[in-house]
């Protein structure tokens, strides 16, 4: 394997047809896995019934789940109704790094996970199948590779740089280009998240952060970087980067990675190459600094574009405060829909029309970070039903779905932000034959009979997304509040509209929801492509004109209609 920048060979392959396929990345269906926590490579039969599963509690340590564990499962995932796969982080990770976060090798897989063939295999495979690969990448900080004096922690102390103490390892990190002293910042340790320069400059704990400034240096280490990891485009064929830690990065960084990368693919033949990253803010106020077609930052005069197709929702999962509550708080009953209008009227500035707003974001409920969850997985005390509303809305809402892999078979854990416990197995070495792949599981089924109704209607991938009033009587109606009430809205593509529901309450409720009355006249019907089998519901004139279906949901219901 090669050990520096200068060893890799990234001349296109001669001959060598790259995969792509027609979907845009807002029509995915993203599965995000713990390569250590989802799988190894031991055939087991699946669990028994129709039951969700509390996963296998695991040591803060590795596991056991590989590469080829993924890939003898594929039919699992797109069974489930996914079309991408998002992998935790693959390269060669410090003692004990079971996350792939803590990386002193960028162009080796950490053995643990299995072989750089193991990774050619499994997207060569995704690919037969129409499904395509993304790979987590660090590339604000490097690993704990090196220590400062005393190899005791120096905190962050008004931008003050430290002196270097040394490598942990004489042959780490890798590529070798990155063992030079100038190309990290050495800020110590962030204290106060919540200083741009201190998280910027900082250490992510025991991280070291990279000096990815806009300098010589910055430049070395940037561009070693971009080579690092189009080498494995080249190699394995991936198709996108999810890009860890977006916000300790600077936006001349952000923007040469991604434009480096980006070039790198096109010059493969490789289309739609994705970068979506984690910026880890629930501030759109922000996100609008980073996504559209006309976000920049001034730089000294210079315009300069942050170069990311996506971000990572975190407004919707996690929320930003009172009256911002995130999607989770309002399918669990916890918090009323004002939440959710008013986030998708602050979206309004990213792009011409509400279905194109579909293109800037990831939207989750769930992933293995603790800081931002300190309740737990979004399962940890919500009943099947609430589970399938929440991915159910990420799959029929604007935005590209991603669920976060256990989700599907009712896993919690996770409480009092235990970032080790959010990660529990889907297989137990304790027991050889126990498999918690159950395509059985009630969860599982519901979540895939969704996902195929979105494959199969353009409108739920596309459309213009509005919120619908609702009516208890067919008299009066207007916005949902509270937190009893059948929270609805309508996804509307040339001609076509397909609306959404979900009855919050516990309990059945028949509410009147709007619906387009150009589209829809007194007397048509409307089919539940969502429970299968419900049947339909007629199409009403209110006395001023307005067009409503009345809908009977039992509590906590979730519903699709054509």
């Known amino acids: 394997m090669p050990t520096s920048i200068a060893e890799l060979d990234l001349s296109p392959p001669v001959g060598k047809k790259y995969f792509n396929t027609a979907r845009e990345w807002r029509e995915e269906f993203i599965y995000f896995l713990m390569i250590d926590r989802f799988h190894d490579d031991t055939a087991r039969s699946p669990a028994p019934g129709t039951g969700r599963s509390a996963g296998v509690q695991t040591p803060n340590d590795f596991y056991g789940g590989t590469i080829k564990g993924v890939t003898r499962n594929l039919d699992y995932i797109a069974g489930l109704g996914c079309t991408a796969i998002w992998l935790s982080p693959v390269f060669e990770n410090n003692a004990g790094a079971y996350h792939g976060y803590n990386i002193s090798n960028y162009l080796e897989i950490d053995s643990h996970f299995g072989t750089k063939q193991d990774l050619i295999d499994l997207v060569a495979a995704a690919h037969t199948r129409d499904m395509r690969v993304v790979l987590d990448v660090v590339i604000n900080h490097s690993g704990d590779n090196w220590y400062y004096p005393g190899d005791v922690d120096w905190l962050y102390f008004q931008d003050q740089k430290f002196p270097f103490g040394d490598w942990r390892r004489a042959d ?177 500035n990213r792009a011409v029309n509400r279905g194109e707003l579909g293109r800037y974001l990831v939207t989750f409920v769930d992933n293995h970070d603790g800081f931002w969850q300190p309740d737990g997985r979004f399962g940890t005390g919500a009943p099947e039903a609430q589970i399938v509303a929440a991915v159910g809305f990420l799959l029929c809402s604007l935005g590209t ?52 109704a979105v494959r199969e209607r353009p409108a739920l991938r596309f459309g213009r997304m509005y919120y619908r009033p609702i009516s208890g009587d067919g008299v009066g109606f207007g916005l949902p509040f509270g937190t009893e009430y059948t929270l609805a809205f309508s996804r509307l593509l040339y001609g076509r509209e397909l609306l959404v529901a979900y009855n919050v309450s516990a309990v059945g409720r028949n509410d009147r929801v709007v619906v387009d009355s150009e589209l829809h006249k007194p007397g048509d019907t409307m089919t539940y492509l969502f429970p299968i089998g419900k049947g339909t519901a007629t199409v009403e004139n209110a006395t001023n004109g307005t067009a409503f279906v009345r809908l009977d949901l039992d509590g906590r219901q979730f519903a699709i209609l054509e």
């Open 172 to 348: 780490r990190p890798v590529p070798t280009e990155l063992r030079d002293d100038s190309l990290y910042h050495r800020r110590g340790r962030i204290r106060n998240y919540n200083d741009p320069t201190e998280v910027e400059n900082g250490d992510i704990d025991s991280l070291k952060d990279y000096a990815n400034d806009d300098d010589a240096a910055g430049s070395r280490l940037v561009n070693a970087l971009i080579q690092a990891h189009c080498y494995w485009i080249r190699e394995a064929d991936v198709d996108g980067f999810r890009v860890d830690a977006v916000k300790h990065m600077g936006a001349l960084a952000s923007s040469r990675f991604c434009s480096g990368v980006r070039e790198y693919a096109y010059g493969l033949g490789k289309r739609r190459f994705f970068l979506f990253g984690e910026l880890a803010n629930p501030n759109d106020e922000v996100y609008d600094r980073y996504l559209g077609p006309n976000t920049s930052k001034q730089d000294d005069g210079d315009t300069v574009y942050f170069g990311i197709d996506s971000l990572l929702d975190f407004r919707l999962a996690q929320g930003a405060g009172p009256g911002r509550e995130p999607l989770r708080d309002v399918i669990k009953g916890f918090a009323g829909p004002q939440t959710l209008f008013n986030r998708l009227a602050a979206q309004q």
């Open 401 to 452: 779905a991603c669920v976060y892999y256990g989700t599907e078979q009712g896993i919690e854990g996770g409480a009092g932000g235990d970032d080790n416990d959010l990660r529990r197995a889907l297989f137990d070495k304790a027991s050889p034959g126990r498999n918690l792949l159950n395509t059985n599981s009630a969860i599982y089924k519901e979540i895939a009979a969704i996902a195929n």
